[in-house]
T-cell receptor, first 112, second 116 residues
Framework: KQEVTQIPAALSVPEGENLVLNCSFT??????LQWFRQDPGKGLTSLLL?????REQTSGRLNASLDKSSGRSTLYIAASQPGDSATYLC???????????FGKGITLSVRP | GAVVSQHPSWVICKSGTSVKIECRSL??????MFWYRQFPKQSLMLMAT?????????EQGVEKDKFLINHASLTLSTLTVTSAHPEDSSFYIC????????????FGPGTRLTVT
């Protein structure tokens, strides 16, 4: 059974800091991995999707990496801003007729 | 990216009544949609997988007679909470898979249900 872990559960950093959010999963037989952002009371916004054959994806100040063999992914946020404050979730998808398995998320607070 | 909408965004109803929530994929066809519920400060809990033209697959512990799911077209799935009780109050979120080879999932903005 796939399990996804995100540690720590919460993180507080000063504005401008570069930071790394970690995600680990137990079964390396994944189709893709997605990073999402959720603001309080809102739905999920897809940030980055990495296919199992890819090593990383970049979008603006965000970079996500994937090491499938070790069951790890990281989301790198450069030059953090207060507007980046949100909960970040990673989720793995094991293919057709499957479902996303989510981590519990990391609540990020960026202090001005 | 693709867009998934939900309607209504929030609803208040009385105990014993039924509430229908719609989930639409606006610019792609979604043969598979998912329904989640989320309690405050907790992660999403998958309730069921909705497949177009067939019966939904419910997760263990989810009452299929209480949470009726209909996926009548490639762009619309509905979740009906029947005989709602206060404990059904929650944030309900749907998602849809864009089978474009990437299997990327897109989420709706959620529906806040309050049962009084």
């Amino acid at each position: 059974k796939q399990e996804v872990t995100q540690i720590p559960a919460a993180l507080s950093v000063p504005e401008g800091e570069n930071l790394v959010l970690n995600c680990s999963f137990t079964d390396s037989a994944i189709y893709n991995l997605q990073w999402f952002r959720q603001d309080p009371g809102k739905g999920l916004t897809s940030l980055l999707l990495i296919q199992s054959s890819q090593r990383e994806q970049t979008s603006g100040r965000l970079n996500a990496s994937l090491d499938k063999s070790s069951g790890r992914s990281t989301l790198y946020i450069a030059a953090s801003q207060p507007g980046d404050s949100a909960t970040y979730l990673c989720a793995v998808f094991t293919g057709a007729n499957s479902k996303l398995t989510f981590g519990k998320g990391i609540t990020l607070s960026v202090r001005p | 990216g693709a867009v998934v909408s939900q309607h209504p965004s929030w609803v208040i109803c009385k105990s014993g009544t039924s509430v229908k929530i719609e989930c639409r994929s606006l610019d792609f066809q979604a043969t598979t949609m998912f329904w989640y519920r989320q309690f405050p400060k907790q992660s999403l809990m998958l309730m069921a997988t909705s497949n177009e033209g067939s019966k939904a697959t419910y997760e263990q512990g989810v009452e299929k007679d209480k949470f009726l799911i209909n996926h009548a077209s490639l762009t619309l799935s509905t979740l009906t909470v029947t005989s709602a009780h206060p404990e059904d109050s929650s944030f309900y979120i749907c998602s849809a898979i864009d089978f474009n080879g990437l299997y990327e999932q897109y989420f709706g903005p959620g529906t806040r249900l309050t049962v009084t």
